[in-house]
């Protein structure tokens, strides 16, 4: 019905930069939030950034100053930009999307990526 698919991850060295691309396809009639989050070995997926359809982000205090989520609505796409990436920010970046299908409008739907691995590293 609906896919996300990330790119953009890879291995930077710290203080590097990166922008992960988030592409949605499918069934469509409407995105609302789009997000990334994140999940390093052994511990627990966490928000990094949230957006709404009209341009709301939200950050977690982490990556605050340093990370820029943005979307284009006609496109169907999320970006996020990282800059001055840290060996912590070490992870598999998710992206997720609240959708609405074209058969059942009023529902609406959480999907998630498959993911891209961030590595920060010298």
């Known amino acids: 019905q609906v896919q996300l698919e990330e790119s953009g991850g890879g291995l930077v060295q710290p203080g590097g930069s990166l922008r992960l691309s988030c592409a949605a396809s499918?069934?469509?009639?409407?995105?609302?939030?789009m997000g990334w989050y994140r999940q390093a070995p052994g511990k627990q997926r966490e928000l990094v950034a949230t957006?709404?359809?009209?341009?709301?982000?939200n950050y977690a205090d982490s990556v605050k100053g340093r990370f820029t989520i943005s979307r284009h609505n006609t496109e169907r796409t999320a970006y996020l930009q990282m800059n001055s990436l840290k060996p912590e920010d070490t992870a598999a970046y998710y992206c997720?999307?609240?959708?609405?299908?074209?058969?059942?409008?009023?529902?609406?739907?959480?999907?998630w990526g498959q993911g891209t691995q961030v590595t920060v590293s010298l």
């Open positions: 997720n999307a609240k959708i609405t299908l074209i058969f059942d409008p009023s529902r609406e739907n959480d999907y």
């Open positions: 499918g069934s469509i009639f409407r995105i609302y939030v």
């Open positions: 957006i709404t359809r009209n341009g709301i982000t």
